[in-house]
Nanobody, 121 residues
Framework: QVRLVESGGGLVQPGGSLRLSCAAS????????MGWYRQAPGKERELVAI???????NYADSVKGRFTISRDAATNTVYLQMNSLKLEDTAVYYC???????????????WGQGTQVTVSS
């Protein structure tokens, strides 16, 4: 089993900052891509940011320059630093991790439970 535990969501005013964390644990041999997605009410889930095992990053245009994704390989944790938050950033944020559970196995994607981020004045 692979478990993803997210934390760091909450209520923040426009222009504020939040830092999300997602820690992967369980039966893990290797981790490849780690990413953050979000889903606002009435909208489809969308990619926010992704970081590869080689620490290359990619961001949605709507968050470039404001959000920073990073990872700690020692603890299998991915972070999302969100600055200059806007009303439209309000959503449930999910982490997504590509995991190899054992050598010779298949890569599979796992989702966190989601954490609510609300930007409101």
């Amino acid at each position: 089993q692979v478990r993803l535990v997210e934390s760091g969501g909450g209520l923040v005013q426009p222009g504020g900052s939040l830092r999300l964390s997602c820690a992967a644990s369980g039966s893990i041999f290797s981790i490849n891509d780690m990413g953050w997605y979000r889903q606002a009410p009435g909208k489809e889930r969308e990619l926010v940011a992704i970081i590869t095992s080689g620490t290359r990053t990619n961001y949605a245009d709507s968050v470039k320059g404001r959000f920073t994704i990073s990872r700690d390989a020692a603890t299998n944790t991915v972070y999302l630093q969100m600055n200059s938050l806007k009303l439209e950033d309000t959503a449930v944020y999910y982490c997504n991790v590509k995991v190899l559970r054992y050598y010779g196995g298949n890569w599979n994607y796992y989702w966190g439970q989601g954490t609510q981020v609300t930007v409101s004045s």
